[in-house]
């Protein structure tokens, strides 16, 4: 079955400072990966997304992701941090064995970044 | 534009009760996915419907049923909840079922079982 693991469960960083979270998943075809991102009180909502092509992708506010494909990995970073930030992060993949838009999420990563 | 609505907000119900979540997809969407996420975790796959068919079905009991409207709304029934049934009960809706459609979540509907 596949699964999504997400390394880092709470991440305290002072503002400025460097980001990457870490995600790996278990299958080996074709998979499309996602980053999501829910803001305290709010939806969840899409910060990035692979799908093929070029592997370092870049999202919304700032982060990009690349996509490894030889260490079933998809690592989210962002140069430096802001206070508003501060939310909790899911990695998330679709497997390519069948068409539906089945979305395996990891367990999440809490960011707590510090002004 | 309205974005993914779930009602209600809230919900507390007791062990054995039924319960009954609502959502209302963005105009033009046509596939409504449920998720279940319990505290700390991230959100688990339940049900896809796409055109009021069933795409999709995670590892849940047969306690869980949903289906979809003519208008793409959907319902998820829960029966004989149990304890373990509190969560955050999320509705993501897309175009089409297919998997490189970007699925947009809703608030989500708070469960708690008492």
């Known amino acids: 079955a596949q699964s999504v693991s997400q390394h880092n469960h709470h991440v305290i960083l002072s503002e400025a400072a460097s980001l990457e979270l870490g995600c790996n998943y278990s299958?080996?075809?074709?998979?499309?990966l996602f980053w999501y991102v829910q803001y305290p009180g709010q939806h969840l909502q899409l910060l990035l997304k692979y799908f093929s092509g070029d592997p370092l992708v870049k999202g919304i506010k700032g982060f990009e992701a690349e996509f490894i494909k030889s260490k079933f990995s998809f690592n989210l970073r962002k140069p430096s941090v802001q206070w508003s930030d501060t939310a909790e992060y899911f990695c998330?993949?679709?497997?390519?064995?069948?068409?539906?838009?089945?979305?395996?999420f990891g367990q999440g990563t809490t960011l707590q970044v510090k002004p | 534009d309205a974005g993914v609505t779930q009602s209600p907000t809230h919900l507390i119900k007791t062990r054995g009760q039924q319960v009954t979540l609502r959502c209302s997809p963005i105009?033009?969407?046509?596939?409504v996915s449920w998720y279940q996420q319990v505290l700390g975790q991230g959100p688990q796959f339940i049900f896809q419907y796409y055109e009021k068919e069933e795409r999709g079905r995670g590892n849940f009991p047969d306690r869980f049923s949903a289906r979809q409207f003519p208008n793409y709304s959907s319902e998820l029934n829960v029966n004989a909840l149990l304890l373990g049934d509190s969560a955050l009960y999320l509705c993501?809706?897309?175009?089409?079922?297919?998997?490189?459609?970007?699925?947009?979540f809703g608030p989500g509907t708070r469960l708690t079982v008492l």
């Open positions: 299958y080996g075809g074709t998979v499309n």
């Open positions: 993501a809706s897309s175009s089409t079922h297919l998997r490189y459609n970007e699925q947009f």
């Open positions: 998330a993949v679709i497997a390519f064995s069948g068409n539906t838009g089945k979305l395996i």
């Open positions: 105009s033009g969407h046509k596939s």
